[in-house]
């Protein structure tokens, strides 16, 4: 059975609205919204202190696929102030994944969307700056 997961909405200071789902911790959150092209490492730019106070849009459309371990931290704890992602794959798998994305995220008190269209997004950040 697939998981369910509640709306969510990512309202940029310029006032676009983008619509998607939650995952990750539940709540809002409140930071610069930013952008990353890296095809792997989504666990690195997370635990990443140079975005704190950020909110990630990572680029690449499959994000969550291989999971996440403890190997792969760059700090103790998730710096950035949120997630945004194209895609969450419905299974994760590799032989190092300790947890899923998700899972990593709602443990991490981390704020995060899906099923968001991150090339449109990154297009805006680009064209108008960080939001």
Do not use: C, W
């Not at 952008?35 to 994000?63: C, K, M, W």
């Not at 300790?98 to 899906?114: K, M, Q, S």
């Amino acid at each position: 059975m697939l998981p369910s997961f509640s709306p969510a909405l990512l309202a940029l200071a310029d006032g676009t609205v983008f619509r998607g789902y939650s995952i990750g911790a539940p709540g809002h959150t409140i930071g610069e919204v930013v952008f990353n092209t890296a095809i792997t490492g989504y666990q690195e730019i997370l635990t990443d202190p140079s975005y704190a106070r950020q909110i990630v849009t990572l680029t690449y459309p499959h994000i969550g696929n291989v999971g996440v371990n403890a190997e792969d931290v760059e700090a103790t704890k998730v710096h950035a102030a949120g997630l945004i992602i194209r895609d969450l794959p419905v299974l994760a798998s590799n032989f190092r994944m300790e947890r899923t994305l998700d899972d990593y995220l709602r443990d991490e008190g981390v704020v995060a969307i899906a099923g968001i269209d991150t090339r449109k997004l990154t297009r805006i950040l680009r064209d108008k700056g960080a939001q």
